[in-house]
């Protein structure tokens, strides 16, 4: 047993609980460890889900946030990708097996024996569970940490952990760059990355939404082209037209009015996580040998790719910052879609 560090934070003691300061246990680095101050957190619509066992299975105390930035501030003895002041983020995931074929093949997210997740899950180290970025600090292999672009706003690169790498990886696997016209469905803390993403791919971008308000600020993301989702006469203009289609909504929706604006041989990447299966009729896919499919989040390989391209074409999340203590408000204000396009928490609020 490693020993222990006690630290703030802040978490659910229930699923109808609200988040409050908590203290957790924390490893002492070991040899390949880091220590990591946490400066920001992005907050995530999987905390919300979690911290309310909306997905089931949480464990409680729960600390929520993988959408984690900060500083080295203490290194194990073997470490030798960082060093003590560096700049350094962690995302969805701090270990996996690291054996299975889809580990070795950089694609840890799709470890075949289940990678650790940032927060809930089971702790090798500590025999507990994993305790997230909502806290003052966070202790990760090196393998599992990632270096920050030292020319973004710190804050607004947060959200790229999660909703950055969650549209990046998609795009890349369906090689959408110059000449691809591409669909993004919902406009929201996923939805808006993918326009910038996509854009600085080189790809012509057509936002869909249900609402006539999003409009404006889809076009200054970057759209080349608004499309309200409810109107039949301007989804026909893309009927059979898109390359390849991103669909970042979680709510129930018609998936069919969507796979039918695919070309032949197009794809819909489903990244949202609707609650009910959604009907997929036959004919939306045989006649133009349509493919609808899903993905995750990328490896740790691909997440330090996305950060460096974010870092070449200026991208960050377009946020609203928080302190620790306004955290129960944000989630209500995140069921409500009250937030362009993702909070922030400020962690020096909770060292105060």
């Not at 409050?20 to 101050?37: A, K, T, Y």
């Not at 936002?207 to 308000?213: D, G, I, L, Q």
């Not at 330090?304 to 129960?328: K, P, R, S, W």
Request: proline share 4%.
């Amino acid at each position: 047993m490693e020993s222990l560090k006690l630290t703030k934070a802040f978490g659910a003691q229930a699923a109808d609980a609200r988040l409050d300061l908590l203290n957790i246990q924390r490893r002492n680095p070991i040899p390949h460890d880091v220590e990591i101050e946490i400066l920001y957190c992005g907050v995530c619509h999987s905390d919300l889900h979690t911290a309310r066992n909306e997905w089931h299975g949480t464990v409680y105390p729960c600390v929520p946030g993988h959408e984690i930035v900060g500083k080295i501030v203490r290194v194990g003895s073997h470490v030798n990708k960082f060093k003590i002041g560096d700049l350094a983020a962690v995302g969805c995931m701090v270990d996996s097996c690291r054996e299975c074929e889809y580990c070795k093949e950089g694609l840890e997210q799709y470890c075949e024996l289940g990678n650790t997740g940032t927060y809930n899950s089971p702790d090798k180290h500590l025999g507990t569970r994993t305790y997230g970025g909502y806290s003052e600090s966070i202790v990760v292999d090196e393998s599992f940490v990632l270096r920050v672009p030292e020319n973004l706003d710190l804050a607004a690169v947060a959200p790229l952990l999660c909703a950055g790498i969650t549209t990046y990886s998609p795009l890349k696997h369906w090689n959408i760059g110059p000449g691809k016209r591409i669909g993004v469905v919902g406009i929201g803390g996923l939805g808006h990355m993918a326009v910038k993403i996509a854009k600085a791919m080189g790809a012509e971008v057509i936002v869909f939404t249900t609402s006539a308000s999003k409009f404006e600020d889809a076009r200054r993301l970057g759209a080349d082209d608004v499309v309200l989702s409810t109107d039949n006469e301007q989804m026909a203009k893309y009927a059979s037209k898109l390359h390849f289609v991103l669909d970042a909504v979680s709510a129930a929706h018609d998936i069919n009015s969507y796979l039918r604006l695919l070309r032949v041989d197009g794809s819909l990447a489903l990244v949202g996580a609707p609650e009910h299966p959604l009907p997929v009729a036959a004919f939306s896919l045989i006649p133009s040998r349509r493919s609808f499919a899903g993905s995750m989040i990328g490896g740790i390989a691909e997440t330090q790719e996305m950060l460096d391209f974010c870092g070449a074409h200026q991208i960050v999340a377009d946020i609203e910052m928080i302190d620790i203590d306004q955290i129960n408000e944000a989630y209500e204000r995140l069921l409500k879609g009250d937030v362009k396009y993702r909070f922030v928490i400020d962690m020096a609020s909770l060292r105060k």
